[in-house]
């Protein structure tokens, strides 16, 4: 297993600190139409803002929004990589308590988890406790709660909202910066510069962004740049018409020194996304790299630059259940942070980095009932690839060939470390009862064979995935000690640390929406 870059670790032990602040219940409703046409203004607050008048207001703002990710992928990620930094972590303990206990050395700490302050965020909306990517980034970006699916506007679609990068680009002139490793027009990325009914309307999402003004576009490619119906005019094009650099190879990415300019990754996967950090290759820009770009580029501003960097496939590895996957982009937005932290070592007094997410997906768990109370987090390190790179390298040419349940089976070793046979005391041997959810999977998948289960244990097992595939990852999961509960979002509270000017205002337990306003507030926007 490549894991490329050794993280900034530290040992030492977070504080979660603050008071219980009491979000209430909203009404339950529907997504209104998309037709609906925004009026921007900028929203009165809608809860009391933290007073930092007096206090020097930073002049460079990170934003780090680890889609997808709350407690439990920050969590898993620290464990694995202190387990596979310990040989002895999970057998023999190096030293015994008096009892003669065994002692563990302790997890790995991301270099964000030794932040300064440490927060937490409630992420309920305005129709749901297991909210989306839209409603929680527009919390994020404009202080206010919506329905799941809209994107910075009110919940009659008739209303938008300003954003905390609009706001600081227009009354400061600060220079923005949008990154994100899944494509440039999806929720997230969207909320710090699109107003719309309805995530899902990609074009006009787009033409938002090519409207926006803001200096600095990189990652993933744009969503239906032609429109639904492949009618309308490029994105592409538009972009460029409207005075954008629009870069879609690598070498050109390395030479660009000035914006505006939109940088798509040229090694999109799945989507016309960046690739899983699992399936990069050293020869492949990360999302570290995208965001030492995107200072490059905004830094040369003397009033300073706001810039929100999304690490996205964290979220779409949770929704497919692949802990392996969601732990590799994990560490990927760890590098992307310390690309921050390096540049904040030049600028202390002037930088402020915020770590985040806007819900938590897939009740991702550290515990699993076949283990008990062990976990076996190294055992993740025998999956060599994405369940998305699977299913199209190899799962595609299986139903194509029909290829054989025992060939398939010598590629579940090579890429994910199980096998049918092996020594005693190898923990990834198949038992019967895998080898027999793994056989019922592979002919579901390839062979199209019916289960003989009823509709909801379907769901249960595979969700919409490809059997053959979350099945594997369900597996490997189970044996490593981790568990997942859910395809979609769940209703958990995110973390929030923040390192930097004003930092401590982000001390405590609060609901999203006081982001903006921390943010609104210490930056003296209105």
Known sequence: MNWKRPLALSLAVLSLGGSLTACGNTPAGSTPSPSAQPVVESPAAESP?????GEKSPKYVFLFVGDGMSY???????????ALEDDDYW???PSLDDNGGAILDGPSYLNFMNFEAAGSAVTYDSN??????????????TGHKTYSGTINMDETGSTAYETIAEKVHDQLGMSVGVISSVNLNHATPAAFYAHQASRNDYYEIGLELVESGFEYFSGGGLLKPTGAEEDQEDLYTLAEQAGYTVVKTQAE????TEGPVIIVDEHLADGDAMAYELDRTDDMWSLADHVKKGIEVLEKD????????EGGKIDWACHANDAASTIHDTQALADAVQVAIDFAAEHPDETLILVTGDHETGGLTIGFAGTDYDTYLDL?????????????????????NKTSFEDVLKDVEELFGLKAQGEEGDKLVLTPYELSQLKTAYEKSVNETDTGMDEQQEYVLYGTYEPLSVTITHIINNKSGVSFTSYSHTGLPVAVLAQGVNAQVFNGYYDNTEIFHKLADMLNVA
């Open 128 to 141: 749901s406790f297991c909210p989306d990517s839209a409603s929680t980034a527009t919390s994020i970006s």
């Open 253 to 256: 990415a390395e030479a660009v």
């Open 302 to 309: 003397e009033d300073g630059f706001f810039m929100m960097c």
């Open 72 to 82: 439990p992928q920050i969590q898993s990620t620290a464990d694995f990589l202190g």
């Open 91 to 93: 057998q023999a303990a």
């Open 49 to 53: 803002a933290v007073n930092t008048s």
């Open 380 to 400: 993740l390190e025998a999956q060599k690839i994405s369940f998305a790179k699977f299913d199209s390298d190899y799962v595609a040419a299986y139903k194509e």
